[in-house]
Every structure is written in structure tokens, then in C-alpha cells.
């Protein structure tokens, strides 16, 4: 497939034989070819050798490629690299008890599809390395625009000197538990396992990100991982007159340097500055290095940085350095850095522990807790005091039989803080199969999938309740372990599955409320078995990862699904409904297929060029909006809304997906009214004006907050609204508190004159 006209040859004559126009086609579903352009022929010449090439447009074929199930991976928007195709990997459980029959699986429809091994593209104006991707750089590729890395993305390099990704200006979409990694071929711990990988990756002669020459650009990094880089980070510094490089809450693991500055050439007053905020060095010759001298210097400030085994943590000689709140061990060479309230020490022995795969958290009893001083940025305290330097408590993997109720146990750096670099919080990390058990989950807390023999963070094996309910201020997080630790090789498995619904039909169940799901490219989030299980999502947000619906009965209310890829199915569940209000696909995949008995209904949810495909047909389908239709739309299309751009979105309180109050196109414009939705105390403007008594608007809602940021609370009795109206339609109903009126106590029984001799609860 090419994105060019290049050919040589549209008839190749063998004397005998002769070999005419070629044609693809497009498999419908149906076995009926559908003949979609001419395959070109080009003749290469490689190593002393001329193969002969046939490839088609890709223009040619770009719609179709919307109409392709999940398992094709290739979707639209994606940049011009290589890109990989990825094939669901069969999970391992635990064994089925003795005594239970073996089922059949049911064959699969006929369905779309054009098979490809891979699309290379050129270099462009603008590049989005996508969330749900992994990518595979072999050569050179130049962004002249904004090279713009999203959360999950995983970008792979071969050990050939000229992989590197070329920009003057990238923005990072990255955040917590959500982070970009940059790392070799050879790394089988994140995004797909690439063919010829020997799953040993080591110290590589690529530079991963050459950011050339500034101009008037800064350059800010957050949230990213770079393993087995030579320079992971590096570019000439010339001309400049009021720029900086700012790096967040990124780890750098066994790389030659992780940021390389050549041909200094500062012109504003003092050195060129660079801050390293929260980072990780582990295994690098260099930090910072330079070949600047003279007048023209980088003023380098370190903050809670730890670096371990380093030769040298910056090697200009003329460079101004400060480091706080940091720790140093095993670094050789700590020249011209000045220190305060930092810790440096010749070996690493006893100061870290590590767990999974994360190897730099403090030691038990730690001296170096509380030791640091707030005396640092103020975006940067608030920062790490969401982090911690505490581990996760690991649960065995294997069957969970008892009841238990997880809580936010790793200690968040809310006191005076730590030194050094601080993790994104797991307070526990699993791997169990719930037998005739309850689990609950209080919220704040972060879960950990991390897999050992089985590959699974929760299975719901046999009568298993799940319960996890964050706030809106306090979510719970279901995420992958290498969302956040850094070693590639440890005894956690790649390619699990964060949640499996159960294989035979029982009295499971899943719940989840304001519950933020994470992954890296090419992760599955959830699988269902076989069996109809009720899983419920509410408020619940999802960023990236592939989510296979084909047993859940699921009831997905006012949900994000960030670049997810959805398979919602009954093809194994019998007359199983499937229930989506008010939710906001944004890209990503949603394949519907219904040919049974049980109620599907899409309503008022918004499809932001999402690529969608339905086969079967939906009950109750009405009030969507789309924009552009070019991604397939749900049918029927009754009261539907088609926008020709995404809405102009504003980033709020509690997120970035408020609509802007011109947008009357969306707002008050659903199928039924937000009491009847559960939506009365939420909003989708930054104005937060409730929803209250109106029409309930199209798609993901927030919960209304004041003035103070935090959640509406008329009654001042400390407890929000809409925790208080907990069924959500701004009525007391039995069992709530009255949202409205101060001191209302509910349906509290307070005993003044208790009977002698009577138990007191």
C-alpha cells in the first residue's frame, strides 16, 4: 500500500507469460468481491537484488478501511509510520473444577476485512501517535508540524542508526497512569509483541526524539517512559532567547543520556533552562549532557529526582546545576551540581525496594521520607502530593474466597515530602479469581493488574460480586502495572487482560461507579466470557485498551470510552441486553453485532469519528449525535444529530470534555429528561448550570461543582448533592438524605430511651 503514484509497470510481459492490471477487492461479509482500485507494480532494487512489489493507493481504499472489524487494527488518523497488526491472544485461567461439560463456540459471521501486513507512510505536517497503537520505527521520520503523543501510545525503534522521530514542536496528551513509552523492539512489556522480538532488549545506538533546533519553541514533556535509548532526548539549542525544556513525571531506564543539548547558543540573560521535575534515571551513562562551552550554558534544576547507577548527572563544564529534594546513588560523577535537602550515596543498597516491576520505591522505615523541603514550584508540590514512595500490596496470584474490601493503603505525599522520584499511586496489585465471594472497592483507590501464570487482574470465575465505587473527585483506578513501573523484565506478564466476566452462566456480577480504566496501546480491558453477567458502568472513564462485550449484560451510563475499541455482542450470551445512555465515544472502535432475542439501546450518546459497524439491528436507537458520518453510524437514526465538527470542548473542574454553552446542538437535545437519566445534578458546561428538571443533553455529563471546584452542596452538610440524591432525580427518594435540607437526617432511628437490658448497635 502506498501513498504515492510511483510505478513502473501496469503490464509486466514474460514473453509466455504476461501478468496484466491487478485489482483488489473488498471481502463484504457476504463472500461477494467488490473490486475497489488497480494494484500498481514497482520494481526495488535492495542489496543486489530486484523484487518486484504490487502495492494500491491508500487513498484509494481509506473509506473501506473504516468498515474493518476490530482484529484489523488499522484504523483512521494514523501517522505515517509503520504500523502493526495485532491478533488476540487466548487467555489462561485457572482449571475448571472436574464435572463441568465443555462447551462450543459458536462460528463466527462472515464480517469485512482486508488482510495486510502493514502500512508505510512518509514523513508529514502534523503526526498523532495514537493511544491505541503501537508503532514501529525502521527509519527516519520528520514532523515539519506538532508531533502530538497520546496516553498509551508505544512507539518501538530497530537498532538502525537512522529510527528517529524528528520535531520542532510536540504536545503530550499524556497524564497519569496514561503515559507515552518510547522504547526498542526487543521490549515485550508494553504495546504488541513485534515479530523477531528476542523479548531482551539492551542498550541500542538510537536516538529516539531529536527535537532539532528549537527556534521559538519550548519544549515540554510529561508522562513519558524512554527505555534503551542512546540519546532518548536530544537537539541543538541555538538562537534562543526565552525558551526552556521542562520534563514531568517521566523515567528514563537504561539509556546512554536522557536528554543530550549540542551546539549551545543561548542569547537571553543566563544559562538555557532546564528542569527535570520528578524524574527517574536508572541505568543511564548521562542526565543532562552538553557540549556547550563559554558563555553560553544551560541552568539545569533537578527536583525530586532520583538517579541511580549513572556515570554523570550533567557533563557541561561551564552549566549551572542545582538539585533538590533528590536522591543519588551510584552515580559516579556529580560535578558542578549543587545540592539541597538531596541524598547521595555510593551504592544503592537498602534505600529501595522493589516490587513488580518498579524498582525505585523507598525502603521500609525510610530516612529519606519526610525529609524534603516545599520550598519547590507550586505546581510541582501539588503534583507529587497526588504520588507516592510507597509499594502496593501484592495479592497473591490465584483464587480470592473470602470477602474483602480494598482501600487506598499506599501513603499519598500529603505531609512533609519524600526525596526522590514519585510513582503514580497502586495500593494494591492483583491477579485473583473470585470464587463465591464479595470484593468492594472504597474509592480512591488504585488497583494494579498484573498477571503471573494467569493472565489477569480479575476473573469473575463462579458467583463473584465486584463493587468499585470511586466520587467524582476521589475515581477509583483499574489500570495495567506498566501503566506506571518501568523494568521491561520482571516475573509481571505482558499482554494480560485487566477484567474477565465469567464462562458459565451463575450469579455474578460487576458494579463500577466514577472508575478510570487504563492502558497502553493494544491492552485488553475487558473480556467477557461466555456467560450473561450484569456489569454495570456508571460515570465510569476508559482510555484506551480493547473492551469485548460478548457475555457482560452491560449498562453503560454517562461513560467516556477515550480511543477504546468496543465489541459489543451476543453471539455467546443468548437474550442478553446491552443498555448505552449519554456516554462519548471519541474515536476509537465500536462494533455492535445483535442477532438474538435481548434489547439493544444506544441513546443519546455522541460519536466523535468513531468508527462504528453494526451488524443485526438495534431495538431502541435515537438521539446520537455524530460527527460526520464518514465512520458509520448506528440505525435506526431517529432524532439523531450530525456535526460536521467535534465540538469545541473546554477543559472544566473535573475534566476536559465540558461543551462550550453556544453548543445548542447537543445541550437539552436527548431522548428523555435528566431525572429520568440520573442526571440532575451533573452538567456539560464550565458555567456547571445543573441540569436539573430540562431534557437531559447528548452525551458525557460532569458532576455540577461551585465555586470552590468541589461538587454542589445545598444542604452544607458536607455530603455533595448528588451523592445525596443518589438514584440522581433531584427527588428524596426512600433511603436518601434530602439534598435540599440542612440537618436532614434520612431515615436515621435514634434511640433515646432504649428497653433495659436491650443490645445497642
Same mark, same amino acid.
Given at each position: 500500500?502506498? =501513498?504515492?503514484?510511483?510505478?513502473?509497470?501496469?503490464?509486466?510481459?514474460?514473453?509466455?507469460?504476461?501478468?496484466?492490471?491487478?485489482?483488489?477487492?473488498?471481502?463484504?461479509?457476504?463472500?461477494?468481491?467488490?473490486?475497489?482500485?488497480?494494484?500498481?507494480?514497482?520494481?526495488?532494487?535492495?542489496?543486489?537484488?530486484?523484487?518486484?512489489?504490487?502495492?494500491?493507493?491508500?487513498?484509494?481504499?481509506?473509506?473501506?478501511?473504516?468498515?474493518?472489524?476490530?482484529?484489523?487494527?488499522?484504523?483512521?488518523?494514523?501517522?505515517?509510520?509503520?504500523?502493526?497488526?495485532?491478533?488476540?491472544?487466548?487467555?489462561?485461567?485457572?482449571? *475448571?473444577?472436574?464435572?463441568?461439560?465443555?462447551?462450543?463456540?459458536?462460528?463466527?459471521?462472515?464480517?469485512?476485512?482486508?488482510?495486510?501486513?502493514?502500512?508505510?507512510?512518509?514523513?508529514?505536517?502534523?503526526?498523532?501517535?495514537?493511544?491505541?497503537?503501537?508503532?514501529?520505527?525502521?527509519?527516519?521520520?520528520?514532523?515539519?508540524?506538532?508531533?502530538?503523543?497520546?496516553?498509551?501510545?508505544?512507539?518501538?525503534?530497530?537498532?538502525?542508526?537512522?529510527?528517529?522521530?524528528?520535531?520542532?514542536?510536540?504536545?503530550?496528551?499524556?497524564?497519569?497512569?496514561?503515559?507515552?513509552?518510547?522504547?526498542?523492539?526487543?521490549?515485550?512489556?508494553?504495546?504488541?509483541?513485534?515479530?523477531?522480538?528476542?523479548?531482551?532488549?539492551?542498550?541500542?545506538?538510537?536516538?529516539?526524539?531529536?527535537?532539532?533546533?528549537?527556534?521559538? =519553541?519550548?519544549?515540554?514533556?510529561?508522562?513519558?517512559?524512554?527505555?534503551?535509548?542512546?540519546?532518548?532526548?536530544?537537539?541543538?539549542?541555538?538562537?534562543?532567547?526565552?525558551?526552556?525544556?521542562?520534563?514531568?513525571?517521566?523515567?528514563?531506564?537504561?539509556?546512554?543520556?536522557?536528554?543530550?543539548?549540542?551546539?549551545?547558543?543561548?542569547?537571553?540573560?543566563?544559562?538555557?533552562?532546564?528542569?527535570?521535575?520528578?524524574?527517574?534515571?536508572?541505568?543511564?551513562?548521562?542526565?543532562?549532557?552538553?557540549?556547550?562551552?563559554?558563555?553560553?550554558?544551560?541552568?539545569?534544576?533537578?527536583?525530586?529526582?532520583?538517579?541511580?547507577?549513572?556515570?554523570?548527572?550533567?557533563?557541561?563544564?561551564?552549566?549551572?546545576?542545582?538539585?533538590?529534594?533528590?536522591?543519588?546513588?551510584?552515580?559516579?560523577?556529580?560535578?558542578?551540581?549543587?545540592?539541597?535537602?538531596?541524598?547521595?550515596?555510593?551504592?544503592?543498597?537498602?534505600?529501595?525496594?522493589?516490587?513488580?516491576?518498579?524498582?525505585?520505591?523507598?525502603?521500609?522505615?525510610?530516612?529519606?521520607?519526610?525529609?524534603?523541603?516545599?520550598?519547590?514550584?507550586?505546581?510541582?508540590?501539588?503534583?507529587?502530593?497526588?504520588?507516592?514512595?510507597?509499594?502496593?500490596?501484592?495479592?497473591?496470584?490465584?483464587?480470592?474466597?473470602?470477602?474483602?474490601?480494598?482501600?487506598?493503603?499506599?501513603?499519598?505525599?500529603?505531609?512533609?515530602?519524600?526525596?526522590?522520584?514519585?510513582?503514580?499511586?497502586?495500593?494494591?496489585?492483583?491477579?485473583?479469581?473470585?470464587? =463465591?465471594?464479595?470484593?468492594?472497592?472504597?474509592?480512591?483507590?488504585?488497583?494494579?493488574?498484573?498477571?503471573?501464570?494467569?493472565?489477569?487482574?480479575?476473573?469473575?470465575?463462579?458467583?463473584?460480586?465486584?463493587?468499585?465505587?470511586?466520587?467524582?473527585?476521589?475515581?477509583?483506578?483499574?489500570?495495567?502495572?506498566?501503566?506506571?513501573?518501568?523494568?521491561?523484565?520482571?516475573?509481571?506478564?505482558?499482554?494480560?487482560?485487566?477484567?474477565?466476566?465469567?464462562?458459565?452462566?451463575?450469579?455474578?456480577?460487576? =458494579?463500577?461507579?466514577?472508575?478510570?480504566?487504563?492502558?497502553?496501546? #493494544?491492552?485488553?480491558?475487558?473480556?467477557?466470557?461466555?456467560?450473561?453477567?450484569?456489569?454495570?458502568?456508571?460515570?465510569?472513564?476508559?482510555?484506551?485498551?480493547?473492551?469485548?462485550?460478548?457475555?457482560?449484560?452491560?449498562?453503560?451510563?454517562?461513560?467516556?470510552?477515550?480511543?477504546?475499541?468496543?465489541?459489543?455482542?451476543?453471539?455467546?450470551?443468548?437474550?442478553?441486553?446491552?443498555?448505552?445512555?449519554?456516554? *462519548?465515544?471519541?474515536?476509537?472502535?465500536?462494533?455492535?453485532?445483535?442477532?438474538?432475542?435481548?434489547?439493544?439501546?444506544?441513546?443519546?450518546?455522541?460519536?466523535?469519528?468513531?468508527?462504528?459497524?453494526?451488524?443485526?439491528?438495534?431495538?431502541?436507537?435515537?438521539?446520537?449525535?455524530?460527527?460526520?458520518?464518514?465512520?458509520?453510524?448506528?440505525?435506526?437514526?431517529?432524532?439523531?444529530?450530525?456535526?460536521?465538527?467535534?465540538?469545541?470542548?473546554?477543559?472544566?473542574?473535573?475534566?476536559?470534555?465540558?461543551?462550550?454553552?453556544?453548543?445548542?446542538?447537543?445541550?437539552?437535545?436527548?431522548?428523555?429528561?435528566?431525572?429520568?437519566?440520573?442526571?440532575?445534578?451533573?452538567?456539560?458546561?464550565?458555567?456547571?448550570?445543573?441540569?436539573?428538571?430540562?431534557?437531559?443533553?447528548?452525551?458525557?455529563?460532569?458532576?455540577?461543582?461551585?465555586?470552590?471546584?468541589?461538587?454542589? #452542596?445545598?444542604?452544607?452538610?458536607?455530603?455533595?448533592?448528588?451523592?445525596?440524591?443518589?438514584?440522581?432525580?433531584?427527588?428524596?427518594?426512600?433511603?436518601?438524605?434530602?439534598?435540599?435540607?440542612?440537618?436532614?437526617?434520612?431515615?436515621?432511628?435514634?434511640?433515646?430511651?432504649?428497653?433495659?437490658?436491650?443490645?445497642?448497635?
Amino acid at each position: 500500500m502506498t =501513498n504515492g503514484n510511483a510505478v513502473d509497470d501496469r503490464i509486466l510481459d514474460f514473453g509466455d507469460m504476461k501478468m496484466g492490471p491487478g485489482e483488489a477487492f473488498f471481502l463484504n461479509g457476504q463472500d461477494e468481491p467488490v473490486t475497489e482500485g488497480s494494484v500498481t507494480k514497482q520494481w526495488v532494487h535492495v542489496n543486489n537484488g530486484t523484487y518486484l512489489v504490487e502495492s494500491i493507493p491508500y487513498l484509494d481504499i481509506s473509506n473501506l478501511l473504516q468498515q474493518l472489524p476490530h482484529a484489523s487494527n488499522l484504523k483512521h488518523g494514523r501517522g505515517s509510520l509503520r504500523r502493526l497488526a495485532l491478533l488476540d491472544s487466548l487467555r489462561s485461567g485457572p482449571a *475448571l473444577p472436574a464435572g463441568r461439560p465443555m462447551k462450543l463456540a459458536k462460528p463466527q459471521a462472515a464480517s469485512p476485512r482486508l488482510v495486510m501486513d502493514y502500512a508505510l507512510l512518509s514523513s508529514s505536517t502534523n503526526l498523532t501517535l495514537q493511544g491505541d497503537s503501537t508503532y514501529l520505527l525502521t527509519s527516519l521520520v520528520n514532523i515539519t508540524g506538532t508531533a502530538t503523543l497520546e496516553g498509551g501510545t508505544v512507539v518501538k525503534y530497530t537498532n538502525s542508526g537512522t529510527a528517529q522521530l524528528t520535531a520542532t514542536n510536540i504536545v503530550c496528551l499524556t497524564g497519569p497512569y496514561s503515559p507515552g513509552v518510547f522504547t526498542s523492539i526487543n521490549d515485550n512489556s508494553v504495546g504488541s509483541v513485534i515479530t523477531g522480538s528476542t523479548g531482551a532488549p539492551a542498550q541500542s545506538a538510537i536516538s529516539y526524539i531529536d527535537f532539532g533546533s528549537l527556534g521559538t =519553541n519550548s519544549l515540554l514533556l510529561r508522562n513519558l517512559r524512554f527505555s534503551y535509548a542512546n540519546d532518548a532526548i536530544f537537539g541543538s539549542i541555538t538562537s534562543l532567547d526565552a525558551n526552556s525544556i521542562e520534563i514531568w513525571d517521566c523515567q528514563f531506564v537504561n539509556c546512554a543520556d536522557a536528554l543530550w543539548a549540542s551546539s549551545v547558543s543561548y542569547t537571553g540573560s543566563g544559562g538555557f533552562p532546564i528542569a527535570l521535575y520528578n524524574v527517574l534515571l536508572t541505568g543511564c551513562g548521562n542526565g543532562v549532557g552538553s557540549d556547550n562551552s563559554g558563555s553560553s550554558y544551560l541552568s539545569i534544576s533537578a527536583i525530586n529526582v532520583t538517579a541511580d547507577h549513572a556515570a554523570t548527572f550533567q557533563t557541561g563544564t561551564s552549566n549551572a546545576c542545582s538539585a533538590t529534594n533528590s536522591l543519588f546513588t551510584s552515580v559516579t560523577n556529580l560535578s558542578g551540581v549543587s545540592l539541597a535537602s538531596c541524598y547521595t550515596n555510593s551504592g544503592s543498597a537498602g534505600i529501595y525496594q522493589i516490587v513488580g516491576a518498579g524498582g525505585y520505591y523507598l525502603a521500609a522505615g525510610s530516612p529519606y521520607r519526610d525529609a524534603g523541603t516545599a520550598s519547590i514550584p507550586a505546581a510541582l508540590l501539588a503534583d507529587l502530593q497526588t504520588a507516592t514512595t510507597y509499594p502496593p500490596v501484592v495479592i497473591p496470584a490465584g483464587w480470592f474466597t473470602n470477602d474483602y474490601t480494598f482501600f487506598p493503603q499506599a501513603q499519598r505525599d500529603t505531609d512533609t515530602l519524600d526525596l526522590g522520584y514519585h510513582y503514580c499511586p497502586f495500593d494494591y496489585a492483583i491477579a485473583i479469581a473470585l470464587s =463465591n465471594v464479595t470484593v468492594t472497592v472504597l474509592p480512591g483507590t488504585a488497583l494494579a493488574a498484573y498477571g503471573t501464570t494467569y493472565d489477569y487482574g480479575v476473573y469473575l470465575y463462579t458467583n463473584g460480586v465486584f463493587n468499585c465505587a470511586g466520587t467524582a473527585t476521589n475515581p477509583n483506578y483499574l489500570v495495567q502495572y506498566n501503566t506506571v513501573q518501568e523494568q521491561s523484565n520482571n516475573n509481571w506478564t505482558n499482554g494480560i487482560t485487566t477484567f474477565f466476566t465469567p464462562d458459565l452462566l451463575d450469579n455474578s456480577s460487576a =458494579n463500577f461507579a466514577f472508575t478510570d480504566w487504563s492502558a497502553l496501546s #493494544d491492552a485488553q480491558e475487558i473480556a467477557g466470557g461466555g456467560a450473561a453477567c450484569p456489569f454495570a458502568l456508571q460515570n465510569c472513564q476508559f482510555y484506551t485498551g480493547n473492551l469485548t462485550g460478548n457475555g457482560p449484560v452491560i449498562i453503560a451510563t454517562n461513560c467516556l470510552f477515550q480511543r477504546a475499541n468496543f465489541t459489543v455482542t451476543d453471539r455467546t450470551t443468548g437474550n442478553s441486553s446491552q443498555t448505552f445512555y449519554n456516554n *462519548l465515544f471519541w474515536e476509537g472502535e465500536l462494533s455492535v453485532t445483535h442477532h438474538n432475542t435481548g434489547s439493544y439501546t444506544f441513546r443519546d450518546n455522541l460519536f466523535i469519528q468513531t468508527s462504528n459497524t453494526l451488524t443485526g439491528s438495534i431495538n431502541y436507537c435515537s438521539n446520537n449525535a455524530y460527527v460526520t458520518t464518514n465512520f458509520g453510524v448506528l440505525s435506526p437514526t431517529n432524532s439523531d444529530v450530525f456535526l460536521t465538527n467535534s465540538p469545541a470542548f473546554e477543559t472544566g473542574a473535573l475534566g476536559q470534555y465540558y461543551y462550550p454553552a453556544t453548543q445548542t446542538n447537543l445541550i437539552h437535545e436527548g431522548r428523555q429528561s435528566a431525572p429520568a437519566a440520573g442526571l440532575y445534578h451533573y452538567t456539560v458546561t464550565t458555567n456547571n448550570i445543573i441540569e436539573g428538571a430540562n431534557i437531559v443533553s447528548i452525551g458525557f455529563h460532569y458532576v455540577a461543582v461551585g465555586s470552590n471546584g468541589l461538587p454542589l #452542596d445545598t444542604n452544607g452538610d458536607g455530603t455533595p448533592d448528588y451523592l445525596e440524591d443518589a438514584i440522581g432525580n433531584g427527588l428524596v427518594n426512600s433511603g436518601e438524605i434530602d439534598w435540599q435540607a440542612a440537618g436532614d437526617m434520612g431515615l436515621t432511628v435514634i434511640i433515646t430511651q432504649p428497653v433495659n437490658n436491650s443490645t445497642i448497635p
